[in-house]
C-alpha cells in the first residue's frame, strides 16, 4: 500500500467551477500537510501548507485536513485558466525532518 | 537572484556520456534535496544535505554521484546512464529549523538519455 494516495486525473473543469482535489494516507503519525501547484516545465510551488486538522483558506484555495480520516482536500473556488497544473500533495510526520511523502499528482484542466 | 535555481534546464546524453546538474539556493537554507520526477509516479527522493553532510542516500545507483560543496550549492554528476534514466531532476531545499518546514523547489533539469 502506497503511504499517499492519489487520483492522477486527468480532471478537466469549466471556468468558474469549484474543484475538489483529494488525497489519502496510511500512516496516521503524518502531522504537517502540503499542497503543491506544479506548472508546465516548472518545478512544484507551494500552496498551502497546514497542520492537524482543520481548515485553511487562502483566497480562493481551501486546504482542508481530516485526520480521523485519514484524507486531505483542497478546493479551489471560481477556478480560472490559470489554474490549469498539476496539483501534489504532500505530507510529513514531523517539523523538523527531512522526510516528505507525495501523492503522484493531479492534472487539472480549467476550459475557458 | 532568488529561490532556488537549477542549471541547465534540458540535457540530453548518451549513455557512456559524463555530465553534471548544478543547483544553487538563495534561501539560507540549511538542507538541500534531489529528487527524481517520472510520470504518474510520486516524488522520488534521492539524496538529503543537511550543513553539507549527507544525511539520505535513498538506495540511488552509483551513476548518480552528489556533491556538496557548501550550504548553498548542490551537484548531481551522472555518468554512464540508461535510458530508463531520463526524468526531471528537481532540487530542493528546506531551512528545518522553526516556522513551517516545507521544500522550496527548483525548476527542474530534464534529463534525456539517448
Known amino acids: 500500500q502506497k503511504e499517499v494516495e492519489q487520483d492522477p486525473g486527468p480532471l478537466s473543469v469549466p471556468e468558474g467551477a469549484i474543484v475538489s482535489l483529494n488525497c489519502t494516507y496510511s500512516n496516521s503519525a503524518f502531522q504537517y500537510f502540503m499542497w503543491y501547484r506544479q506548472y508546465s516545465r516548472k518545478g512544484p510551488e507551494l500552496l498551502m501548507y497546514t497542520y492537524s486538522s482543520g481548515n485553511k483558506e487562502d483566497g480562493r484555495f481551501t486546504a482542508q485536513v481530516d485526520k480521523s480520516s485519514k484524507y486531505i482536500s483542497l478546493f479551489i473556488r471560481d477556478s480560472q485558466p490559470s489554474d490549469s497544473a498539476t496539483y501534489l500533495c504532500?505530507?510529513?510526520?514531523?517539523?523538523?525532518?527531512?522526510?516528505?511523502?507525495f501523492g503522484t499528482g493531479t492534472s487539472l484542466t480549467v476550459i475557458p | 537572484e532568488t529561490g532556488v535555481t537549477q542549471t541547465p534546464r534540458h540535457l540530453v546524453m548518451g549513455m557512456t556520456n559524463k555530465k553534471s546538474l548544478k543547483c544553487e539556493q538563495h534561501l539560507g537554507h540549511n538542507a538541500m534535496y534531489w529528487y527524481k520526477q517520472s510520470a504518474k509516479k510520486p516524488l522520488e527522493l534521492m539524496f538529503v544535505y543537511n550543513f553539507k553532510e549527507q544525511t539520505e542516500n535513498n538506495s540511488v545507483p552509483s551513476r548518480f554521484s552528489p556533491e556538496c560543496p557548501n550550504s548553498s550549492h548542490l551537484f548531481l554528476h551522472l555518468h554512464t546512464l540508461q535510458p530508463e534514466d531520463s526524468a526531471l531532476y528537481l532540487c530542493?531545499?528546506?531551512?528545518?529549523?522553526?516556522?513551517?518546514?516545507?521544500?522550496?523547489f527548483g525548476a527542474g533539469s530534464r534529463l534525456t538519455v539517448l
Open positions: 504532500a505530507m510529513s510526520l514531523t517539523n523538523t525532518g527531512n522526510q516528505f511523502y
Open positions: 530542493a531545499s528546506s531551512h528545518g529549523r522553526g516556522g513551517a518546514n516545507v521544500l522550496t
